[in-house]
C-alpha cells in the first residue's frame, strides 16, 4: 500500500540481470563440456588403435613364439646333429639295422643251404619264420630311417625360414607398433592434460565472473533495500509523526531524569502550555504540576490507566488519564513515554450525574439517599452524639394551591437556604420529598446543644417571606432525635433515627409546640419489623404475591417489545403494600431470596405462554435485587429456571442496579459474564442514581443502559442545557447499548426521547404496571404511541 514507485522500477530490473548472467554461465558451461567430449572422444579413438595394435601385436607374439619354440626345436635338432655321439648313435642304428638285415639273409641263406641235408619240412618252418622276422625288422628300420630323413629336411626348411625372413619382420612390426603407440598415448595424455586445463581455466573464469557479478548485483540491491528501508521509515516516521502531532492525547517523551525531551503539540490544547516551552522541563512538577503523591501513584501503575487532576494555564482544572510506559531498554527511545488523555468532559459528565443522583433538582440539596449516607457516616465517625432534626415547612402547600406549584417551589429553595444558613460546614441539610427538610448534626454536645440549633431554625423561619409583594408566614414544626438517647440503648440505626425525629416532629405538630425530642414513649415501633417479617413469610407461602407487567414500548415503531415484571403484594388487612416498602425491607431479612425466585419463575412460565407466534421474541425483564447478584449459585438457579420454563435464555433480561454491580468490580464482571454466556440480556437499571462510573460501565458486557425516572422528569423542565439525559444517551450509543428511558408520564416527554435517540420507552404514559390478564389482552392489540 505504502511501497514507493522506485522500488517496484527496481524489482523489475533485478530478474533481467540474473537471467543475462545465467545464460552466460550456461554458454561457458557449453564450451567446458565440448572440450571435455572432444578431448575424450580423441581419447577413446586412440585407445581403440592402441589395443587393436596390441592385439595384433599378441598374435604375433605367439607366432613368434610358436615359431620360437620351433626354432628352438631346430636348434635342438642342429645340435643333435651336430653331437658326433648321437650322429655316431643314430649311424650306428642304421648300421645296426643293416647288420640285423645282412644277419638275417645270412641265416636265410644259411638255412636255404642246410635245407638239403636236414629234412625239409622243418627247413622250411624255420625259413618262413625267418623271413617273418626279416620283414618286421626291414620294415621297423625303414620307418625309423623315414623318420630321420624327414625330421632332418624339416629342420632345414624351418632353419631357412627362421633365418631369412619372419624373425626380422616380426621384430619390425613389435617395433613400429609399440613406437606408434607410444606416441599415441603421448599425444593423448596432451590432448587429455591441455583441455583439462583449459575447461578448468574456464571454469576458473566463469566462476570468478559469476562472484564478481553476485557481488556487484548483491551490492547493489543492499543498496535499494537501504532505500527503499530508509523511505520506509521515513514515511512510516512521517506518518508517526503526523499522528503524535495531530493527536488529541498528549504525548511526551521524558529523559530518565523525568525532563521533558519531546512533547506533542496537544500540550497547548490540554495544559495552555507551548510544546517547545514543555521542553527541558521537569515534566511531573513543572509542566504537569502533580502532587507527589499523584507522582508516586503514577509510578507504581506501571503502564495502567491513572486518572490525574491538574490545571490548565488558564486556571481552568483539568482531569487526564495518563499512561506512563518506561522505555528505557529500548534504544530507540530510552525514556518514558506518558500518554496524556483529557477525559474532564466525561469527568464532568460522572460528577453531574452524581451530583443529580444525590442531590434535590429543586433546592440543590442532598436527597434522601445522600442525606442516608451523610448520616451514616457520621454514626460511625463521631465521638459524641449525633443529632438528627426533622423539619416540617407546613404552608408551602397552601402557596402550591393558591399561588401554583412555582411559587411553592421559589419559597422551597428560600427557606432551605435560611435553614442552611443556621448549620455548620459539617452539618448536612437534605430534603426527604415534599415539604420535608432533615438535617444531621455531628457531634452535639448534649441536647442543649441540638435545641440552641433548632431554636435559631425556628426563630429565622419565622421571619416573613415574600411572594409577589405580599408576605408569607410558615408554620414549621421540628422533631429531634439523637444517637445514644439514654444509656444502656442499643445504637440507633440512621432509619431509626430519621423515623424517630419524624414522630417527634408529628408530635409536636400536634401538639403545636414548635419543636420536640423524641423520648421512648412517642411509641417506637420494634415490633413493627417483626410483624412485618412473619407477614411477609406467611405471604410468600400464602401466595399472597403476584407479578405484575409493565410493557416497554419502541418509540420508532410504537410496539410492545418488552414486559418488566413487578411483585404486588395483596396483604389481607393492610391492603396493597408497595414494594418500594417491602423490597428494602425483604433485602435486609434474607426474604428477597425466596421473593425473587417466586417472581422469576412466574415471570418466565407467563413470558413463555406471551411469546409471538411469528418468531419475534418478547423479551421478559426482572428486577434482581444486590442481594440476589451476590448469591453464589444465582447463575446455576436462573439456569434452572430457564430449562424448567422453556424460556429461551435470550428472551430474559435481568435488570440489576447500577450499585448492585458496582460492588466488587471483578467478582461482577466475572457474574455479569456467566449470565451473558448462557444467551441471558443484561440490563443496568436506574441508571443515573449510583456513582455513575462511566470509566466502569465500558467494562461490564450489559446490553441495556436504563435511565432512571428522575432523569425522565427533568428533560421537560430543560434546566441544564443540553439536558443530562441527552448526553447519557450519547454515551450509550457509544458503548453500543440499547437505551431505555424508565417513567415516561407524557407525550412531550416521549417525544423529546425519541429525539435524542432513545430507543425504548417505559412510564404511565404507555401503561402502567398490570395484571397477566391485562397484559394478555394488550399484546393482542398494538400500543399506539402518537
Ligand atoms: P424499578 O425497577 O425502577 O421499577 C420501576 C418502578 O417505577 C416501578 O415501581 C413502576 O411501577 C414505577 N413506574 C413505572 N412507570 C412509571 C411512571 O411513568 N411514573 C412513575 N412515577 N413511576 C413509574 P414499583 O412497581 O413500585 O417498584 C418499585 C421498585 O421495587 C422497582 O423499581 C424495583 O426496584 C423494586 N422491585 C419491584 N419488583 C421487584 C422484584 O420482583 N424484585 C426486585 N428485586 N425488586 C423489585
Ligand atoms: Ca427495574
Ligand atoms: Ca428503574
Redesign the pocket.
Known sequence: MFASPSSTASSAKKPRGYEWLVLVIMALFACAVTAATLVFLNYATNRREVVRQLERLQSMANYQASLEWQAITVAMSGSLMNDPQLLGEAQFARDAVYEHWNTLSNLEKQGKRFSGYLGFADTDAVLAQLGEALDRYESASSATFGQLNTGMLEMVQFDRQFENYEFSYLQEAIMAVSERNQKLAERATKISTASVVLSIALTLLAATWIVFRLTRLRAKRDVELEQERTMALGESEARFRALVQNASDMIVVLEPDNTVRYASPATQSILGMNADAATAKPFWSEVLKVSDDNKRLLEQARGEAVEVSTRHANGEKRELELRVQQHQDNPDLRGVIVNAHDITKRKRLEHDLRHQALHDPLTDLPNRRYFSQQLEKALAETFGKVAVLFIDLEGIKLVNDSFGHDRGDLLLVEASRRVRQCLRNEDTLGRLGGDELVAVLPSVLDDAGASEVAARILKTLALPFKIEAQEIFLSPSMGISLSSLKQGFEKATPSDLVRQAGIAMYQAKREVKGVLFFESVMGEEAPERLRLESDMRRGIEQNEFT??Y?PKVDLQTGKIVSL?????WQHPERGFV???KF?PF??ETGL?EP??KI??ET?CREAVAWQPKNGETLVMA????AI?FRNPNLVEEINEVLIRTGLPPHALEL?I?ESAVLGDVNATIGTLEELKALGIRLAI??FGTGYSNLGHLRKFPVDVL?I??SF??GISDAVDDPPIVEAVIRLAKALELHVVA????TAQQMNQLKEMGCDVG?????A??SSSAVISDMLNQTVVTS
Not at 564 to 568: F, G, I, K
Not at 762 to 766: D, E, N, S, T, V
Request: charged residues 25%; proline residues 4%.
Open positions: 407479578v405484575y409493565q418488566e415484571a413487578l411483585v404486588r408497595s414494594p418500594a423490597i425483604a433485602e428477597i421473593l425473587g417472581v422469576l415471570a426482572v428486577n434482581l435485587s440476589q435488570e442496579t437499571d436506574d436504563k432512571d425516572q425522565v422528569r424508565e417513567g415516561v408520564e417505559q412510564g404511565y404514559y404507555f402502567k404496571p
